[in-house]
């Protein structure tokens, strides 16, 4: 794999800056690492997506301190919240602003008090346990800093936290892991961003990603991941979800396409009566490559999920959508859907779809789909003879094909962000708001 060598990645970021109370993660994973094989296109969930892009740069370097002179809150404008800036994986306290919420606790692994490690210490890579997914081990590995978002029992947090991570380009390659562990008591209420961006220029970095949420008894938890980093970046991420008996979890991803971009979302109904809503938007051009895999697993009865997942694809680009919904035998009365389209807007692009259901219980309401096509040529020609020009009509049905994912996004200053990456994707943000052509 060229350049990318994984015993040199098991080692890249050392102790030396890495926190002696993770030491023993750190090992763990790194043994976990360095016993796993890399996959292939001959890995059944790597089929389609090929990890040759990790050796075309020699990412195995340790990023340089840098503090770019931007205002964070601007990626949002308008966003009251709670926030939180890693750039190039180290965390920006000057970038960041912080508030005081009673039975909240928003706070770097590096600025932990006591309690804080204790609750790390006893959750962190518990719920990503058991995936399967190596690169949730190399993410140990490099684990020197993350993000812990504690609410406390019958808390509801004021404000959203936002947890931005800011990609800025080097005199060399370089590579930096992303870690955030989100803990829930029982009848807790929180909002959560996980905002990827990177500032312009060529972007030459590796990111690994790793995401635990454990949302406890009757607790609620929306939570949005945006994937907008520069198209030359590389992430590859998990996101690994437990429910509690009664709690509820609404996720909603947005990502663009990169160099190689590859996120796994891994759900777990623990609890009877668990709900999770799974929404994502994939939209990738030129050359790029985007892959997400859902896995859902109901392990107890009355669980529902409901999973809905729009992809538009253009020039040479490359999208792979994998859904799987797994039925454990004791999971009667499960509730489960999946729904994926997908459109492609030239002849040369590309998407591989794979719904999966799992069944072993034989009291369930299960029901799977996926469709690939062109813009429907009589929705354009009506809008063609209202005098609508092409370019206009083609944005405008491109944008409704997306636009239930993102219409009732009840935080107003994040809908509105989200609809002008949209418009900006499809090069005609004046299109969608109205405004003069």
């Known amino acids: 794999m060229g350049a990318f060598d994984q015993q040199l990645a098991a080692r890249l970021l050392g102790d030396a800056e890495a926190l002696p109370w993770l030491a023993a993660q750190r090992e763990a994973a790194r043994a976990q690492w360095l016993g796993a094989s890399l996959p292939t296109r001959k890995t059944e969930s790597w089929k389609y997506t090929s990890l040759e892009a990790l050796g075309q740069h020699d990412y195995l370097n340790r990023p340089a301190a840098t503090e770019p002179a931007v205002d964070a809150a601007e990626l949002i404008a308008g966003l009251d919240a709670d926030r939180i800036v890693f750039v ?5 306290p000057r970038l ?3 508030g005081r919420q009673p039975g909240v606790r928003a706070v770097p692994f590096r600025e932990a008090n006591a309690g804080d490690r204790a609750v790390i ?7 990503a346990a058991g995936n399967g997914n190596p690169f949730a081990a190399l993410n140990g590995c490099w684990l020197d800093d993350g993000v812990l978002f504690h609410v406390g029992a019958g808390v509801k947090a004021a404000r959203p936290l936002h947890v931005v991570h800011l990609g800025v380009a080097g005199s060399r390659a370089f590579a930096h892991a992303q870690r955030l562990l989100v803990v829930l008591g029982r009848g807790a209420q929180a909002e959560l961003i996980e905002h990827f961006a990177s500032l312009p220029g060529e972007q030459n970095g590796l990111v690994s990603g790793a995401t635990e949420l454990r949302v406890g008894e009757s607790a609620q938890l929306r939570h949005y991941r945006l994937h907008l980093e520069e198209e030359h970046a590389i992430h590859i991420g998990g996101v690994y979800v437990e429910l509690a008996r009664a709690a509820v979890c609404e996720s909603l991803v947005l990502a663009l396409g990169g160099r190689l971009k590859r996120l796994d ?3 777990r109904h623990l609890g009877a009566g668990s709900e999770c809503r799974l ?3 994939y939209l990738a051009r030129r050359s790029q490559h985007v892959d997400l895999h859902t896995s859902v697993e109901h392990e107890v009865p009355q669980g529902t999920t409901h999973q809905v997942y729009r992809g538009i694809v253009d020039d040479a680009a490359r999208a792979v959508f994998n859904g799987r919904i797994h039925i454990h035998p004791q999971a009667q009365k499960s509730n489960a859907d999946l729904s ?3 459109l492609l ?3 040369a692009a590309e998407v591989n779809t794979k719904p999966e259901l799992e069944i072993y219980a034989d009291d369930v309401r299960c029901s799977h789909g996926a469709t690939v096509s062109r813009i429907d040529e009589k929705s354009l020609y009506y809008l063609l003879s209202r005098g609508i020009g092409r370019r206009e009509a083609e944005v405008l049905l491109g944008f409704g094909f997306l636009n239930e994912l993102v219409r009732d996004i009840p935080i107003e200053a994040l809908g509105t962000a989200l609809r002008a990456v949209l418009g900006d994707w499809f090069g005609r943000a004046d299109v969608l708001h109205g405004e003069p052509s």
């Open 88 to 92: 190039n994986g180290r965390y920006a």
């Open 96 to 98: 960041s602003q912080l």
């Open 121 to 127: 210490e006893g959750t962190l890579g518990q719920v």
């Open 265 to 267: 979302l891994r759900v």
């Open 279 to 281: 929404d994502g938007i």
């Open 340 to 342: 994926n389209r997908n």
């Open 345 to 347: 807007l030239s002849n």
